[in-house]
């Protein structure tokens, strides 16, 4: 009888997720570069048949379900398995700020493995020294003249090492070279490529890190990718806000049908340990 209500609460955890995934996306829908998530959900019978080998019931220890939360020992329910952003380019708009730069992608190939493109990414460092990846162009000079992130993370060239602003009246090619007063500074900003995005982590303001050792090769290795950097522009968000909007409305709808089925079975073991106990 308690498996139903295992199963509805799962749910209900799963919904709320997801509405927090989806209030995260719209909370972002003016930062610059965001890469919305997206949702994958799991239901016990697609975990039964991905574990057709084991001699034993898919539980949540021998499974290490990657989600938050589980509702009982034993998963008859659905559950979110993870987020995963959407690398599909925003669209691009006019700021006027020279530090301003937005990352225009052209051709990409495709992964034949999962059928789908890589991704493009500026490169910068953290104060610890470790490279991280972002689409954010919304950069600025600091007062050391380094060209950084709105968090302080230094913006690196092709070779590893911070580009410096050495004065106001500089230019950024289409292929990321800079020019100040007309010479070329010999510094070209850094393109990082992702062949398979998936393998990247979100970890918040626009930042992504590579799961592993190692980091992403230069788009330079890769002559067949095209692109364009465009000086005093940046890239909006992708977040679909009507989309947004609809999923929301699913997910609360979702949750409170399965809130009522929680209900009634709450009603049920109420009028059995009441009513039917005094029975004889």
Same mark, same amino acid.
């Given at each position: 009888?308690?498996?139903?209500?295992?199963?509805?609460?799962?749910?209900?955890?799963?919904?709320?997720?997801?509405?927090?995934?989806?209030?995260?996306?719209?909370?972002?829908?003016?930062?610059?570069?965001?890469?919305?998530?997206?949702?994958?959900? *799991?239901?016990?019978?697609?975990?039964?048949?991905?574990?057709?080998?084991?001699?034993?019931?898919?539980?949540? &220890?021998?499974? *290490?379900?990657?989600?938050?939360?589980?509702?009982?020992?034993? &998963?008859?329910?659905?559950?979110?398995?993870?987020?995963?952003?959407?690398?599909?380019?925003?669209?691009?708009?006019?700021? !006027?700020?020279?530090?301003?730069?937005?990352?225009?992608? !052209?051709? #990409?190939?495709?992964?034949?493995?999962?059928? +789908?493109?890589?991704? #493009?990414?500026?490169?910068?460092?953290?104060?610890?020294?470790?490279?991280?990846?972002? +689409?954010?162009?919304?950069?600025?000079?600091?007062?050391?003249?380094?060209?950084?992130?709105?968090?302080?993370?230094?913006? #690196?060239?092709?070779?590893?090492?911070?580009?410096?602003?050495?004065?106001?009246?500089?230019?950024?090619?289409?292929?990321?070279?800079?020019?100040?007063?007309?010479?070329?500074? !010999?510094?070209?900003?850094?393109?990082?490529?992702?062949? &398979?995005?998936?393998?990247?982590?979100?970890?918040?303001?626009?930042?992504? *890190?590579?799961?592993?050792?190692?980091? %992403?090769?230069?788009?330079?290795?890769?002559?067949?990718?095209?692109?364009?950097?465009?000086?005093?522009? %940046?890239?909006?968000?992708?977040?679909?806000?009507?989309?947004?909007?609809?999923?929301?409305?699913?997910?609360?709808?979702?949750?409170?049908?399965?809130?009522?089925?929680?209900?009634?079975?709450?009603?049920?073991?109420?009028?059995?340990?009441?009513?039917?106990? *005094?029975?004889?």
């Amino acid at each position: 009888m308690l498996r139903g209500f295992y199963t509805a609460a799962a749910a209900m955890v799963a919904q709320q997720q997801r509405q927090e995934m989806l209030a995260n996306n719209l909370a972002n829908a003016n930062t610059p570069g965001f890469k919305a998530d997206q949702a994958t959900f *799991r239901s016990f019978p697609e975990l039964l048949i991905t574990s057709t080998a084991q001699q034993t019931l898919p539980v949540k &220890n021998q499974f *290490r379900l990657k989600g938050k939360y589980t509702v009982g020992p034993l &998963n008859t329910g659905v559950y979110m398995q993870e987020t995963v952003p959407k690398f599909k380019q925003g669209d691009i708009y006019e700021t !006027g700020n020279e530090t301003d730069l937005a990352l225009v992608e !052209g051709y #990409l190939s495709v992964n034949p493995e999962t059928n +789908r493109s890589g991704a #493009l990414f500026f490169q910068v460092m953290n104060a610890a020294g470790e490279v991280r990846y972002t +689409r954010n162009g919304n950069f600025t000079v600091d007062g050391q003249g380094y060209l950084t992130t709105t968090d302080g993370f230094h913006v #690196l060239d092709t070779f590893g090492d911070p580009i410096v602003i050495f004065g106001d009246n500089f230019t950024v090619t289409s292929d990321g070279r800079f020019f100040e007063d007309g010479e070329d500074t !010999g510094q070209q900003i850094q393109i990082a490529y992702a062949e &398979n995005p998936d393998n990247l982590v979100k970890e918040g303001n626009g930042l992504f *890190r590579l799961e592993g050792q190692g980091q %992403l090769p230069s788009v330079l290795d890769h002559p067949e990718i095209t692109y364009q950097i465009k000086q005093k522009f %940046l890239e909006r968000s992708n977040v679909d806000l009507e989309q947004t909007m609809t999923e929301m409305m699913m997910a609360y709808r979702t949750f409170e049908a399965n809130q009522k089925v929680v209900q009634a079975y709450d009603k049920s073991m109420e009028k059995a340990v009441n009513e039917i106990g *005094r029975i004889g």
